[in-house]
């Protein structure tokens, strides 16, 4: 499974012991939210993308929107987001439990900024019902992240 990926990857900074596991499904924004008890807003979820031959990964916040003008002129191509088929071969977790955290090697990760109006979020941890909750700072550490980007829409 890989939420023991997802742990595995957050024992390098002792946080493993912090994944929460919810006996209902955490899979969309709504659900996640009602499962932690916060906004829907805070939830950061991550989105799969190609972007020519290689995955990636954004993490937004959950009230954020791709906008497909601003992905494209940060990746020089349209937002072609993983089939659910394509998520566990290319980026290691299952729909519902995509995450920044124990993902395949050659995957990038960015940040977008509609996650910095938050002192802490909740990113999900490899499976449909798990998240954590992690500062920005966290966030940044943990997911080894590239950039901080801005591909974003209707979150103000």
């Known amino acids: 499974m890989s939420i023991e990926a997802a742990r595995k990857h957050l024992m390098k900074w002792n946080a493993h012991n912090r994944i929460m596991e919810f006996d ?22 991550t989105l799969a993308f190609k972007v020519g031959e290689r995955p990636v990964l954004i993490v937004t916040a959950g009230d954020a929107k791709i906008s497909n003008s601003k992905f494209k002129e940060k990746f020089k ?3 072609k987001m993983l089939t659910p088929d394509e998520l566990p071969q290319l980026i290691g977790h299952e729909m519902g439990g995509v995450c920044p955290f124990g993902v395949k090697e050659d995957v990038d990760i960015f940040l977008d900024i509609s996650l910095r109006r938050f002192n802490t979020v909740f990113p999900a941890c490899g499976s449909s019902n798990s998240a954590i909750e992690v500062t920005l700072d966290e966030l940044e550490e943990f997911s080894q992240f590239k950039e901080w980007i801005d591909v974003c829409k209707d979150w103000i």
């Open 24 to 45: 209902t499904s955490s899979a969309t924004v709504e659900l996640a939210a009602l499962a932690v008890n916060c906004e829907p807003e805070r939830i950061a979820k």
């Open 77 to 79: 191509s349209k937002p």
